[in-house]
């Protein structure tokens, strides 16, 4: 569909102020997954007052909003995601974080805010030849939100047909959109251990079986999956983030527990160094003699995105950003996102937007007590998802 690059440009820049004060809002009231009760029914009041059907409670907190095209057969969709991260903001802000230890922290403010406003312009422009779904998301950092969406029905009646997604990304100065084509995030999975010994006096370790000695094997034996079991041109990882033994210095415990993530760059080669991991701790604990119980948990799939989606998003940011802005990511990161479960559901594409200063040359990056974006990336955010929109048309 044509339009009007100037005419979006003076669109955008005439709600911009509105679509900051919603953002800073948002920072200043941040709230984690699942516990999204403010942040829905500040985006539900936006809703509102434009005039904007919405369906509210979805997948716990969610929000999707609906704007019929004249087929209202068709739809196309957006995800913004609403949750925040258990951090404690570091900044001085004068919208700092107002909420003890809880922090948006990966962007999802801004994200929200971009969405709405793209809402409030696309609203503006209808009646469009195809309606729009705006997925308000709960809970991506936590269970999965995207994956409820959808089993909850939000992308029938009508059938989504395409999806879109940006992320806010401080490796990049304001104003950069980076896009890849096909396989851009990791799918991931847990693993949980627990070693069953028995306990002992720390001086008789013989009287007992110290389940720590076979974790600490199974830890180290774990690495080598990515070395030695796999191909050297895949790429996957596996980190184990929390390891627990014991309650005092002369006391072999009854019991060690470890856990961690298992990322891959697609779903098949993660659940494979995930059932090689179960696989190593098993027959460790054999050897030791331990008992042991292991879980594996399949999280999020392979971000896959659509390569004639990417190619047509290069086009409109060449248009409403500039050529010098578009980047082109060279390789996938190990990184996940359950917008992965949009992506699996029909042609998507999920694209970074840069947000860090002109003059910063060290910005602080995502998940990070001092993350402090520039608020011009959600003229860019919103350029590119209603530019990208309508080309779609």
Known sequence: MEYNVQKLK?????????????????????????????????????LDEWGIKHWDEVAGHG?????????????????????????QEVTESPFKSVVPGVMHAC?????????????????????????????????????????QMIKAGFMENPKVEKMLALHISPNFKVGVCEIMPGPMNAACASINVKVIGKSAHGAYPHKGLDPLIPACAMVMEIQSIISRLMDPFDAGLVTIGNFHSGTKDNVIPAYTTFS??????????????????????????????AGIEVEVEQGYPALINTVEMAELLRDVCTKVLGKEFVHYKPRPTLGADDFAFFSSSCPSIYYNLGTARPDDDNPALLHD??????????INGMLSEVGMLLEMM
């Open 63 to 87: 929000v999707v909003a609906y704007i019929p095209g004249t087929d209202e057969t068709r739809a196309f969709g957006v995800r913004g995601d609403m949750d925040a991260l258990p951090i």
């Open 260 to 289: 961690g993530t298992v990322r891959g760059t697609s779903t098949e080669l993660c659940m494979d160094i995930a059932n090689k991991a179960k696989r190593i701790c098993e027959n460790t604990a054999a050897a030791y003699g």
């Open 10 to 46: 003076d669109s955008v820049n005439a709600i911009f102020d509105e679509i900051v004060a919603i953002r800073r809002d948002l920072h200043m009231h941040p709230e984690l997954g699942q516990q999204e009760v403010r942040t829905s029914k500040l985006v539900q009041d936006k």
């Open 107 to 147: 962007g999802h403010d801004v994200h929200t805010a971009i969405l709405l406003g793209t809402a409030k312009l696309i609203k503006d422009m209808s009646p469009l030849p195809v309606g729009v779904k705006f997925f308000f998301q709960p809970s991506e950092e936590t269970i999965g939100g995207a994956d």
């Open 369 to 378: 007590e001092k993350l402090d974006v520039d608020e011009n990336c959600m």
